[in-house]
């Protein structure tokens, strides 16, 4: 089984803060994204990568930035925490570009900013 | 471009009863499309998917959905709902190599 690991599942943090959020995939795949997810909204697509060291921004990444230096892990970075980044946020992956799209994700990691 | 909207933020059923749940699409390339399952705490799980072959298509735990490119859906439904498939849905459309577009959610209560 495809197996996305989110090392944090909750974090609380302070507005201002610097947060990391790690996400690992065992399965190889090429691509990953970052989603956050808000009641009512849906999955909102922060950021993507499809293949180590690239990376491309996708409809919501003000106020974040992201990190691909080995193929297995896509971090995701909020340089200075803000309360309105409180939000679930999704880690996904899927094995190359041009296949059905199918994702795979992780268990996400709910963080909450004061 | 793709986009998704489901049409209800919130269906209400009693148990045994069908489930509907619906998803219209725009995609200017033919879409791969997908529903996807949320139980509370966690991570999305498919239910199933279309890529251009058979048109009504089967998932797990019962469900299926008809693609119909004359009316741009991809319905979602279950004959007999059960108490456990309380959760939030979400469908999904892709270009293919493009990221997944979701709409945003339909809330699946079941009323014993």
Request: hydrophobic share 35%.
């Amino acid at each position: 089984d495809v197996k996305v690991t989110q090392s944090s599942r909750y974090l609380v943090k302070r507005t201002g803060e610097k947060v990391f959020l790690e996400c690992v995939q065992d399965m190889d795949h090429e691509n990953m994204f970052w989603y956050r997810q808000d009641p009512g909204l849906g999955l909102r697509l922060i950021y993507f990568s499809y293949d180590v060291k690239m990376k491309e921004k996708g409809d919501i990444p003000e106020g974040y930035s992201v990190s691909r230096e080995k193929k297995e892990r896509f971090s995701l970075i909020l340089e200075s925490a803000s309360t309105n980044q409180t939000s679930m946020y999704l880690c996904a992956s899927r094995p190359t570009a041009g296949n059905t799209g199918e994702l795979f994700f992780g268990e996400g990691s709910r963080l909450t900013v004061l | 471009a793709q986009s998704v909207t489901q049409l209800g933020s919130h269906v209400s059923v009693s148990e045994g009863a069908l489930v509907l749940l619906r998803c219209n699409y725009s995609s200017s390339v033919p879409p791969y499309l997908f529903w996807y399952v949320q139980y509370p705490n966690q991570g999305l799980q498919l239910l199933l998917k279309y890529t251009s072959a058979a048109t009504l298509v089967k998932g797990i735990n019962g469900f299926e959905a008809e693609f119909k490119k004359s009316e741009t859906s991809f319905h979602l439904t279950k004959p007999s709902a059960h108490m456990s498939d309380a959760a939030e849905y979400f469908c999904a459309v892709s270009g293919g190599n493009t990221p997944l577009v979701f709409g945003k959610g339909t809330r699946l209560s079941v009323i014993a």
